[in-house]
């Protein structure tokens, strides 16, 4: 195929590729359209009161068209036409969009149906508020003109206490001269924007809308933040009854000697099974010894003369005594006692020996009384036969 055929073929599919990569950039960094058109609408009161100032109100409707609104309205603008008393109407009247050269037959469409309207009963501005407010947040830019006899009260818009106000004071001038109250509002975005009232006969004045805000600049994504990597983390605690433990291994066990020192082993006593020794009785009875040492026995009692002993002052006539072995008073049996250790045992051992041998001292100074207390009573008797005999 020959080149130059084919470049001239795919030529216009080329440019328009690169003419289309060219503007795009463009569209997109054009700013935001501003809103050039407004709605207008016109609410009239028809209750029985209006039906005298009516001339008074197709004046004014007059001298407003042909000004243009004071030269606010703009081509393609539409302008709305409701009526109420008691009640609400809407939708009456089609939607008029406005022209400069349509100015007079858009005023005299206005002026006919009002002029058609049955004026009766008594004015109520709350039959505007719910559909009036859905007009209100739906449009970019509302004016609202009203008007009306002031015989009743609005409570529903920013500036409800100056126009109650101002009804209560122009109230009576306005019906003497048979003018009617104009209010004028003005929404922006769903806002209220402004308002003013007005006296005809006169020109009736509008506020200016507040201007618009200025589009937001592109915000710029802010920079990714420096990504911090977490400390690490310890491990677990486990928790077991009393002790708080972490899963970390055992540490290494400590190292041991090769060659430990001998470990020597304890002798246990031995025990012993016979010869169970009695416990001795915590409170022996001793018996008592005699104050006075016994009187010395002469070898030839003959020879001497008989002497009588004198018996002790102090003490009572002492009778024999039976020693008679006392068992421990609480005897203690085992099957398998344990012999006491060797450094343990001589103390006790000891004390059962001096034990014994008091018992036995007192054993014998019984028996020397006794025998010596026998002899004395068989002196005694020879005596008092020798003397029987005398």
Do not use: D
């Given at each position: 195929m020959n080149l130059p055929k084919l470049f001239l073929r795919r030529a216009p599919a080329v440019f328009a590729l690169c003419a289309g990569f060219f503007l795009v950039p463009a569209g997109r960094a054009q700013p935001a359209p501003q809103i050039t058109d407004s709605r207008y609408l016109f609410i009239f009161d028809t209750s029985a009161e209006m039906k005298k100032r009516w001339p008074a109100v197709r004046a004014e409707v007059n001298g407003l068209m042909s000004t243009g609104m004071g030269g606010q309205l703009r081509t393609g603008d539409s302008l709305g036409v409701w009526a109420f008393d008691r009640d609400l109407r809407t939708g009456q009247l089609p939607l008029q969009h406005w022209r400069p050269e349509d100015a007079v037959t858009i005023a005299s469409n206005i002026n006919q149906f009002v002029g058609e309207q049955h004026y009766a009963n008594g004015t109520r501005f709350n039959a505007l508020q719910p559909q009036l407010n859905q007009v209100i947040r739906n449009s970019a830019r509302l004016t609202v003109l009203i008007f009306c006899d002031g015989a009743d009260e609005i409570k529903w818009t920013p500036y409800d206490d100056g126009i109650n106000q101002v009804f209560q004071q122009?109230?009576?001038?306005?019906?003497?001269?048979?003018?009617?109250?104009?209010?004028?509002?003005?929404?922006?975005?769903?806002?209220?924007?402004?308002?003013?009232?007005?006296?005809?006969?006169?020109?009736?004045?509008?506020?200016?809308?507040?201007?618009?805000?200025?589009?937001?600049?592109?915000?710029?994504?802010?920079?990714?933040?420096?990504?911090?990597?977490?400390?690490?983390?310890?491990?677990?605690?486990?928790?077991?009854?009393?002790?708080?433990?972490?899963?970390?291994?055992?540490?290494?066990?400590?190292?041991?000697?090769?060659?430990?020192?001998?470990?020597?082993?304890?002798?246990?006593?031995?025990?012993?099974?016979?010869?169970?020794?009695?416990?001795?009785?915590?409170?022996?009875?001793?018996?008592?010894?005699?104050?006075?040492?016994?009187?010395?026995?002469?070898?030839?009692?003959?020879?001497?003369?008989?002497?009588?002993?004198?018996?002790?002052?102090?003490?009572?006539?002492?009778?024999?005594?039976?020693?008679?072995?006392?068992?421990?008073?609480?005897?203690?049996?085992?099957?398998?006692?344990?012999?006491?250790?060797?450094?343990?045992?001589g103390p006790n051992h000891k004390s059962a020996l001096v034990i014994g041998g008091a018992l036995l001292v007192a054993a014998g100074a019984l028996v020397v009384l006794a025998v010596f207390r026998s002899r004395r009573s068989d002196r005694s008797s020879l005596i008092s036969r020798a003397m029987r005999k005398d």
């Open positions: 122009r109230l009576a001038e306005q019906k003497r001269t048979r003018q009617p109250f104009v209010l004028v509002f003005r929404t922006q975005l769903g806002q209220y924007a402004g308002s003013t009232m007005n006296f005809p006969p006169g020109m009736v004045s509008v506020p200016e809308f507040p201007p618009l805000a200025a589009p937001p600049a592109p915000v710029k994504a802010p920079p990714p933040a420096p990504v911090v990597k977490p400390p690490p983390i310890g491990p677990p605690l486990i928790i077991i009854g009393t002790k708080v433990e972490t899963n970390w291994p055992p540490p290494p066990a400590p190292a041991v000697p090769t060659n430990p020192a001998p470990v020597t082993p304890m002798k246990a006593a031995p025990l012993v099974t016979t010869n169970i020794v009695p416990a001795a009785p915590t409170n022996p009875v001793t018996p008592p010894l005699p104050t006075n040492p016994a009187p010395t026995i002469q070898a030839n009692a003959a020879a001497a003369p008989p002497a009588i002993p004198v018996a002790p002052t102090n003490s009572p006539p002492v009778s024999p005594v039976k020693l008679v072995p006392i068992p421990p008073s609480n005897p203690m049996t085992t099957t398998n006692p344990v012999a006491a250790s060797p450094e343990n045992s």
